[in-house]
């Protein structure tokens, strides 16, 4: 497939990452004569340097074949016009724009994105993505990194094994027998760095991150096996009254179980709209990282603290202050993934990481036909895939034990019908199920294989 990405920042470069890796013909375009420089230096891309929405640099771009757009620049404006080029001067099929501000997002304007007004199939908004994501962080109290898959009926947790963990040091095998009715499965283990999915003879060490599916209904009894609290969320302070922040406090002003929460935001016109927005959060209009001000917003009874400004310093501060003022769960939104080692050292329970969530937005759409849902862990260093098994694919009609997966492979979960399923060896895949499978990066094209699942779209 042949595709054009628009925009070689972070999410660009991610993309263009995954894209390149699986053997797709790949171009970047950016203003930025060093962004092209890089991703051509370090990636197997073509790289043109120019403003995305001009035809002519579109059309160097190799436009007239193009499978694929993905505007993803700084500029909202610039990704709009970059679709519209792209259907109406070269009639690009599939078009994906990254929009940010939330005047486009609306739903009331939703006819502006027609394929007869400005075409885009796809819109991405980071600020929502990440707002759901710091929902989810919510959610799992506990766990480093989390999302939800089948409709919600199952979750995927990051949890850090502690002392106090149960089941250090047992074999995972044995887990099955200890716990013969918990519907749940370790799917990947990072160890000093390394993420790896794990044999049914490896076992969990103390200081290892794993990752574990689970049916949403056993989460609780989930975290309490692996050594984690399940805590209630009654009092939240938000540090960080923006998009993210703002969507984050009407969300749970919307739930129908009362969450008391608490804004925190240093601009003051930031504030005012966030006053407006909000009918029963209290906004107040300071520092994240005064002590006094956390004080005031209650951080010492609060469950649990998340600092979402558009700067990770200030988000790890400030989670560090609120654990030193008595927080017991504090997340932070981090930009920068070279930070990530930090958080255990700091204190810090869970982080968002905005490109991760952006990028599997896009992977999502991406990645075409029956697959429903992609989220991408670490730094690109694993993909959780959710979909449907077609009749046309090698895992049709066998059992688990018969399928030749790759190493880096592993079943976390199976729905058949209404129910999701703990996978066995002996169970059998059949057309229609849903399965989601983690799998290291260097095997996903395989996992593609497997599914039959094309992403090309004619």
């Known amino acids: 497939m042949k595709v054009i990405i628009c925009g070689a920042g972070q999410v660009g470069w991610q993309i263009a990452r995954h894209l390149s890796g699986e053997r797709n013909d790949v171009t970047v375009v950016d203003n930025n004569p060093e962004l092209v420089r890089r991703a051509t230096d370090t990636l197997d891309v073509q790289g043109i340097a120019g403003f995305a929405s001009y ?62 007004h400005m075409p885009i199939d796809v819109v991405i908004s980071p600020e929502r993505e990440v707002a759901a994501a710091a929902l989810q962080r919510l959610s799992a109290p506990s766990a480093f990194d989390t999302e939800v898959f089948m409709g919600g009926r199952a979750q995927l947790l990051g949890i850090t094994i502690e002392d106090s963990c149960p089941v250090v040091n047992t074999p995972l095998r044995q887990l099955t027998d200890l716990f013969s009715t918990l519907r749940a499965v370790v799917v990947g283990v990072r160890r000093e760095g390394t ?17 574990v599916f689970t049916h949403a209904d056993d989460t609780s009894r989930t975290m309490e096996i692996f050594g984690k609290q399940v805590r209630k969320q009654e009092r939240v302070v938000l540090v960080g009254g923006g998009n993210v922040g703002l969507t984050v406090a009407q969300t749970l002003e919307a739930r129908a179980k009362r969450i008391r929460a608490k804004v925190i935001e240093k601009n003051i016109v930031i504030a005012e709209r966030a006053a407006e927005a909000l009918e029963r959060t209290i906004v107040l209009n300071g520092d994240g990282l005064d002590a006094a001000l956390l004080a005031e917003a209650g951080i010492s009874r609060a469950d649990a603290m998340m600092s979402v400004t558009d700067d990770d310093k200030t988000n790890m501060l400030a989670c560090v202050r609120a654990k030193a003022e008595g927080c017991p769960y504090v997340i932070a939104l981090i930009n920068d993934p070279t930070l990530v080692p930090l958080m255990t050292p700091l204190g810090i329970d869970a982080y968002i990481n905005p490109r991760a969530t952006t990028v599997s937005s896009i992977l999502r759409h991406i990645r075409h036909g029956r697959v429903r849902a992609v989220y ?19 895992l049709a009609g066998r059992r688990i034990s018969e399928i030749e997966f790759p190493e880096g492979v592993l079943v976390g979960m199976v729905r058949k019908g209404d129910e999701i399923l703990r996978p066995t060896g002996s169970m059998r895949i059949d057309e229609g199920d849903v399965v989601a499978l983690f799998a290291l990066a260097g095997d996903v094209p395989e996992v593609e294989r497997l599914l039959q699942v094309s992403i090309d779209f004619f």
């Open 55 to 116: 035809p002519d640099v579109l059309a160097r771009a190799g436009a007239r074949d193009a499978d694929m757009i993905i505007a993803a620049t700084h500029s909202d404006e610039v990704n709009m016009v970059t679709c519209q080029v792209a259907h109406s001067v070269f009639g690009i099929t599939r078009k994906i724009a990254r929009l940010r501000s939330q005047s486009y997002l609306d739903a009331i304007y939703s006819d502006l994105y027609r394929r007869d």
């Open 195 to 211: 993420l790896f999915a794990p044999e049914a003879n490896d076992q969990l060490l103390v200081g290892d991150d794993c990752y």
């Open 376 to 394: 991408s862990i670490g730094d690109a260093e694993a993909e959780v895939i959710e979909a449907e098994v077609l009749s046309t694919s090698p």
